[in-house]
């Protein structure tokens, strides 16, 4: 179902917390917002060498945003993504994973002007 020819795609599921500040400009006050979100990926495993490999994920979540904000004016969102990154193995129990992502969170238009934020993400972290 999630394969592309014969790529397999791997389903990735995760739930993740993210704090945004925003604002200062245009007479606009500072905002903190709180955001609580889930997250569904296929990832798309390609090896150059012997255990190195990368891949590409693509995916969407939804997200709630504890309000709304200028930009957000709905407090659920939609978050569409596109990523990218490496496995390196450090040993037969885990390895280290780097992934870049291109995160948008709109509401799809249906509340307000929508303009919707555009993020970059980097994560890092050892799978075991």
């Known amino acids: 179902m999630l394969n592309i020819g014969r790529n397999k795609g791997y389903l990735n599921l995760g739930a993740y917390y993210m704090r945004t500040t ?3 400009f245009d007479n606009l006050p500072i905002d903190h917002i709180n ?14 060498m012997r255990g190195f490999s990368t891949f590409a994920e693509i995916g ?20 569409p993504i596109l990523g990218a990154g490496f496995i ?3 040993s037969d129990r885990y390895d280290i994973q780097v992934t870049g992502r291109y995160f948008h969170i709109s ?3 249906l509340v307000g002007n929508n303009q919707g934020q555009n993020q970059i993400h980097i994560l890092a972290g050892v799978r075991f």
């Open 22 to 24: 925003g604002g200062g």
């Open 35 to 48: 955001t609580y979100g889930v997250l569904a990926t296929a990832r798309y495993h390609i090896t150059f």
């Open 60 to 79: 969407w979540g939804l997200q709630y945003a504890e309000h709304n904000s200028v930009d957000l004016p709905s407090l659920l969102n939609s978050t």
């Open 88 to 90: 390196i193995p450090v």
């Open 107 to 109: 509401n799809a238009g």
